[in-house]
């Protein structure tokens, strides 16, 4: 039986203390610094020889440095004698240049980069599009975030209640809401001219005098949901509200939201950031732990530390 350790990169360091105690293992320390020039530089002092190690470190933003950091601790892991190295990646940037129009597959790219840099296995939660799945050459779990957030909601759902799919990419996961708590759908399909301008551009459903909850899967520039929640109110709905799983929340991102006219906000904390009075915080350590017990003890004996 191998022993599992976990060694926190430097995207989310309480995330990567909260999850090694929720899971009784022992966190092995890596110096993170960065030379003069810019380069990162990783030291891993504790041997990890024929050890299962669980790198904690999403790609939020920089998500360029986030990765390279990632594949850095992941070759110095891998030096250090580590067995099974599986990358705990909450958040994967990336996800949205998913198909080709000139550009790169970005994900699917992410993904052999971090093969490249000896990683075994990725757990994720909330894939931007299920179908990135596939663009992964080594096995990955892809945690759905419905069974952590459905509880902070389930109490608003009443008669006036209805779920809005910000745009057509988003329409199977709000389905999956609207399902578990039995509410109307709606969807909103959006144009995107640009890299963060996108414009709404039909309604599709009956939302008038309904309480409304958008729901996606990140929030950026906040830019979505803001468009989608002004043709939402435009078309009568009687309150605009919103869930998202990842708070990447760029500058301006909460400010456009609101002034859009959206009230209460409910997301996690995959990403790291301070607390925000208008922002309610689902914590995922808990139900990360589980999934990844689950997962390590389902996993071939090779790896199953747990
Ligand atoms: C895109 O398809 C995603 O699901 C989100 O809707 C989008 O990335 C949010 O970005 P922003 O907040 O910049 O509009």
């Known amino acids: 039986m191998h022993e599992t350790v ?8 309480r995330l990567g203390r909260d999850l090694a105690h929720a899971l009784g293992i022992v966190q092995i320390p890596a110096a993170i610094a960065a030379f003069a020039d810019g380069e990162t530089r990783i030291r891993i002092a504790d041997s990890l020889h ?69 990683i075994d296995r990725v757990v994720t939660l909330e894939l931007h599009a299920a ?9 990955m779990l892809n ?34 809401y609207a399902i578990a708590l039995k509410t109307p759908l709606a969807v909103v399909t959006k144009c995107r001219s640009a890299a963060d301008i996108s414009a709404a551009h039909a309604l599709l459903g009956d939302v008038k005098g309904r309480r409304c909850l958008i729901v996606d ?39 456009r939201m609101r002034a859009a006219g959206v009230r209460r906000i409910v997301t996690t904390d995959s990403i790291a950031r301070d607390p925000h009075p208008d922002i309610e915080v689902v914590a995922i350590a808990r139900f990360l732990a589980q999934a990844l017990r689950r997962d390590m003890t389902s996993a071939p004996a090779a790896i199953n530390g747990l």
């Open 50 to 118: 024929g050890k299962h190690v669980l790198i904690v470190q999403g790609s939020a933003p920089p998500a360029n440095e986030r990765l390279m950091t990632l594949s850095l601790l992941a070759d110095a892991a891998r030096g250090a004698g580590a067995a099974h190295i599986c990358a705990v990646m909450p958040y994967f940037a990336y996800a949205r240049q998913d198909v080709r129009d000139g550009g790169p597959l970005s994900a699917a790219l992410a993904a052999r980069l971090l093969a490249a840099a000896s």
């Open 217 to 255: 899967d990140m929030v950026s520039t906040g830019g979505t949901i803001a468009n989608a929640a002004a043709a939402l109110l435009t078309a009568g709905a009687a309150e605009v509200h919103a869930l998202f799983v990842h708070a990447v929340l760029a500058p301006g991102a909460l400010a």
């Open 131 to 139: 179908a990135l799945e596939s663009a992964f050459p080594m096995p």
């Open 6 to 13: 976990l060694i926190s990169g430097d995207a989310h360091p």
């Open 143 to 176: 945690l759905r975030a419905d069974a952590l957030l459905l509880p902070a909601i389930e109490a608003w759902a009443r008669d006036d209640f209805a779920i809005v799919a910000p745009d057509a990419g988003g329409l199977k996961r709000a389905q999956r």
